[in-house]
Every structure is written in C-alpha cells, then in structure tokens.
C-alpha cells in the first residue's frame, strides 16, 4: 500500500509523558499535514511541512513540535501529555505545496490517562 | 482569520430524497471550498472541489460568495452516501501554503 501509513494505530500513556507519532507519505508526496480531532471537534490543523521545510503553522501547542526528514517522513512530537491531549491524530500528504487534495492517514489514536 | 461552520452535527434522510448538507466559512479574501468525506471504516478523502464544477457521485456545490456558503446538494440521495461529511477552506497564498481548515463535520445517514 503506497498509501498514508501513520503509527502506531493506538497509543495510551499518562500525563506527564513524551511521545512520537510518525508519518510516511505518499510515494512521492512532498507535502505533509498534521491534524488533530479531539471529540466533538473538527479536524484542527497543527502543521504543515513541504520538502524538509516548515510551510505553515496552525494552533500547535508550543509542548507539540513537529519534522520532516530527509526521507520526507514526518514526526509528530507531543511533551508534558494533559489529558486534553487525548485525540485522534491525523496526518496528511499532498504532491505540491498549493494543492487541495490531502490524502490522509488512518489517524493514530492517542489516549492521556 | 478563517472559519468554516457546519451547523449541523447529525442529518437524517430517506432514500431517494434531496440532502443538503450547509456550509458557511468566513475569509476576508478568496478561498478555495472543499468537501471531504468519510465513509464508515474508511480514510477522509476529498470529494469534490468548487473550483473544479464537477458532479460526483451526484453531488453537487456552488459557491456562493455573497452568502458566504458552499453546501452540498445530491437530489436523490442512496444509502451508501452515509457518511462523515466535511466542508474544508483553504485560503489561496501566494507562498502556496495549502493548509486546509476543517468544519466539524455533518454526520448524513440515509434511511433505507
């Protein structure tokens, strides 16, 4: 599948904690797109990286930090989890930077007990 | 700042009658419209877009810039439209950030 992969699928940790969520775009997108969708929201844009570089930043938390790397995976780092935290995570994929269609991941899952 | 408003959480119809799933945005220049969609155990993927004036699956949406609207129109709708419907903004930049901004979503579920 040379589709979106995010892992991991599912992910429970407590407050305080550290984690890592990653991305693997499409087979030669050079766009990634970090979403968050807490209960009852909408999908709330984090961050926006094209071709190793930072493209644009929405309402992303100074204790989340983002990357993309050389390869064009991206990482989604979130620090100091609150329980508020808790939320599906969404990452997206597009060939060019001014495109309209995003091809998105499964979402990672992450629960703050 | 951008801002796109889907009134309606759940939406219930028959099969075979019109839906019509509202959306609202608010952007000081000229943005592109979307609607995304979610099919149960499936990805969000697009499904159409303002710009391209196409039909899919049936439905329809015009932009409607003095009513600052985009809702999405299907005149008879099918069970297999049921679905998570969103409605998405993306301001046009220069720099060519496309980063989209999501609505919270319409849930449609067609009656059979």
Known sequence: ?113 | AQRVTQPEKLLSVFKGAPVELKCNYSYSGSPELFWYVQYSRQRLQLLLRHISRESIKGFTADLNKGETSFHLKKPFAQEEDSAMYYCALSPVKQTGANNLFFGTGTRLTVIP
């Open chain 1, 1 to 113: 599948d040379s589709g979106v992969t995010q892992t991991p699928k599912h992910l429970i940790t407590a407050t305080g904690q550290r984690v890592t969520l990653r991305c693997s775009p499409r087979s030669g997108d050079l766009s990634v797109y970090w979403y968050q969708q807490s209960l009852d929201q909408g999908l709330q844009f984090l961050i926006q990286y094209y071709n190793g570089e930072e493209r644009a930043k929405g309402n992303i938390l100074e204790r989340f930090s983002a990357q993309q790397f050389p390869d064009l995976h991206s990482e989604l780092n979130l620090s100091s989890l609150e329980l508020g935290d808790s939320a599906l995570y969404f990452c997206a994929s597009s060939r060019l930077s001014n495109t309209g269609e995003l091809f998105f991941g499964e979402g990672s899952r992450l629960t703050v007990l």
